[in-house]
Nanobody, 127 residues
Framework: QVQLVESGGGFVQAGTSLRLSCTVS????????LGWFRQAPGKEREFVAA????????WYDESVKGRFTISKENDKTAIDLQMDRLKPEDTAVYYC????????????????????WGQGTQVTVSS
């Protein structure tokens, strides 16, 4: 059973950067998919980025492409989300999630792809 713990959230000014980390514990399968979602107040949870555990293939939502980078830490079982040029509309609770991806042609942007979730970390970007 995989367990996920997010860290790194905070309060920042627009235009600055923040780095989130998701520590993964438990057995991680080669077909595992790790992702980041976010949920702003009054809105549905939405996909941000995802990475495959073994191949390192990445996906991004258009709203963050070019500003956010998802990566896997080589020295420990964790994934990071580097967030640059933050905007007020990036304000949300950010969740780490894990799922199983049999083929990389499958949709990674749906919450149904993921069966394990972290507790979330708050990111607030002021204008």
């Amino acid at each position: 059973q995989v367990q996920l713990v997010e860290s790194g959230g905070g309060f920042v000014q627009a235009g600055t950067s923040l780095r989130l980390s998701c520590t993964v514990s438990g057995f991680v399968y080669t077909k595992h998919l790790l992702g980041w979602f976010r949920q702003a107040p009054g809105k549905e949870r939405e996909f941000v980025a995802a990475i495959t555990w073994t191949t390192g293939t990445t996906w991004y939502d258009e709203s963050v492409k070019g500003r956010f980078t998802i990566s896997k830490e080589n020295d420990k079982t964790a994934i990071d989300l580097q967030m640059d040029r933050l905007k007020p509309e990036d304000t949300a609770v950010y969740y780490c999630a894990a799922g199983y991806l049999a083929r990389e042609t499958m949709n990674v942007r749906t919450m149904e792809r993921y069966d394990t979730w972290g507790q979330g970390t708050q990111v607030t970007v002021s204008s």
